[in-house]
């Protein structure tokens, strides 16, 4: 339940989920062993582990970047064993919003049309994705730099900008993975605060990727994540944006 006592809708769910490469040869590897998680409606959830933990296995199966070699996922009651790539692909634009550590901007061309992309994949109608794109882009603080290109940005507003585009087909989930990696402190701090915002005013569902337990402690809930199995799941402290 939430704060108000209502029931929270499950948005995805992960039964027994193992994950194998090399499956078949003699250097056969399972880096995930069983993993079981619920993520619901509106959460703040981080994944917390060391290098080689497993968490960015996880994290490509989460975002439908890859399949688990068994067990079940349903995102949103879509069972991701009974969808075809077309339909993986699908889900990915609209349910699903990446922020990359490495930003992941497109060169040359400037922030806005970055943050229209996914929306000119969505089909959307030139002059909405436009209107949308400079709405999120003061969203996130970055109105007075939509025509400027990434390499005039710095590192926080890059990030910024990657935030704005994640959010561009209104997506159920927002998914980081460590989206502070390579930011400094202060720059970093801004990016977490708004990750806080998107989910208390936005209302969206953030999964935090982080090998950072100080940046998991201001989540809503922790699950730690090592040697492929999740080892420990407890709430984190509310973080208040001053």
Do not use: C, W
């Not at 499956?23 to 062993?33: F, R």
């Amino acid at each position: 339940m939430n704060q108000t006592g209502e029931m929270q809708k499950k948005i995805l769910q992960l039964q027994d989920i193992h994950k194998a490469f090399y499956i078949g040869k003699p250097n056969e590897l399972e880096i995930l062993h069983g993993i079981s998680m619920d993520v619901f409606d509106g959460q703040f959830v981080s994944v917390v582990g060391a290098s080689g933990s497993g968490k960015t296995t996880l994290m490509n199966l989460i975002g439908l970047l890859d399949r688990p070699t068994s067990g079940k996922y349903l995102i949103e009651d879509i069972d991701v064993e009974d969808a075809t790539d077309d339909e993986l692909s699908y889900i990915r634009n609209q349910k699903i919003g990446f922020v990359f550590q490495t930003y992941n901007l497109v060169a040359k061309t400037n922030a806005l049309k970055n943050v229209e992309l996914p929306m000119l994949y969505a089909g959307m109608p030139a002059g909405e994705r436009r209107e949308r794109a400079e709405y999120l882009l003061e969203l996130v603080g970055m109105s007075d730099r939509m025509k400027h290109m990434p390499e005039e940005l710095s590192g926080g507003q890059k990030q910024r900008v990657a935030i704005a585009r994640s959010l561009a087909n209104d997506p159920t989930i927002v998914l980081a993975d460590e989206p502070t990696g390579a930011l400094d402190s202060k720059t970093g701090r801004v990016v977490m605060d708004l990750f806080h915002k998107l989910n208390k005013e936005q209302g969206k569902t953030v999964i935090l990727i982080t090998h950072s337990t100080e940046l998991a402690e201001e989540t809503e809930r922790i699950v730690t994540i090592s040697d492929g199995l999740i080892t420990g799941e407890r709430g984190g402290s509310n973080h208040v944006i001053s």
